[in-house]
């Protein structure tokens, strides 16, 4: 093989890898994810150049470009960890740190000129992410019983929101936190962000299991709505978010 020839086919192996990562970053992107289009294509692109140099910079007996590879998945692993958080008793980030492990293979494949199963394995972490996600869901919504335990529900997830002006915010913040400080209900996050009228949208996520008394949050916003100074308050079950 030529040296054109050859330099147009590692060319080749470093953009599949590109294309493929930003395809599985899409996904994440679209999500709302830490990790999204730049992150998994530079982890894929990464990957492959790993690989490259691996199998076209070492020679000799004792030479094994397979050793890259074993050192791009520990590296991966300290990528992994700065995505995963914890908030109380919930941990996030599991998905998407497996989801750049996924991404550091696929970009390794397509290192080593294996595309036919790179693309395949793109698509199939793709597929996992979004086809399995309502299969996981419907499980955690079904009835269960284990062993010696009572029957229970998974926890249903609420949306709070309300819109007040700048001046306002903390005390809209202290009365959500209120709301959802019962029995029952657990707080994901709370975020503010300016509107272009100038005011403040508060947006509390929480969890409430079987037992939580939802009608406090009913008059929680009725009370809200009553405040003239919050001008929009509404809130929502919704599906609990996984990552």
Known sequence: MTFGAELVDLSLRVITSLLLGATI????????????IRTNALVAGGSALFVVMGAYSFDGIGA?????????????????????????????????????????????????????????????????????????????????????????????????EATTDGESEGMVRSMLVQAISRPG????????????????????????????DIGSLERTVQRMSLDPKIYAVRWRAEDIEEE
């Not at 970053?25 to 999204?36: F, K, N, P």
């Open 25 to 36: 970053g899409l996904e994440r992107q679209w999500r709302s994810r830490m990790a999204g």
């Open 64 to 160: 094994d470009p397979t050793r890259v590879a074993a050192q791009i998945v520990s590296g991966i692993g300290f990528l992994g960890a700065g995505v995963i958080m914890r908030e109380g008793l919930n941990v996030r980030g599991l998905n998407t740190a497996a989801t750049l492990w996924c991404a550091a293979a696929v970009g390794s494949l397509a290192g080593s000129g294996l595309y036919l199963i790179a693309i395949l394995g793109a698509l199939c972490i793709v597929g996992v992410n979004t086809l399995l996600r309502p299969v996981g869901r419907m499980i955690n919504r079904h009835p269960r019983r284990a062993a010696g335990d009572v029957q229970s529900t998974a926890d249903v997830g609420y949306l709070l």
């Open 185 to 212: 209900f657990s707080l994901q996050s709370m975020s503010a962000r300016g509107t272009k009228n100038a005011l403040v949208k508060v947006r509390a996520e929480l969890s409430a299991s079987v037992e939580a």
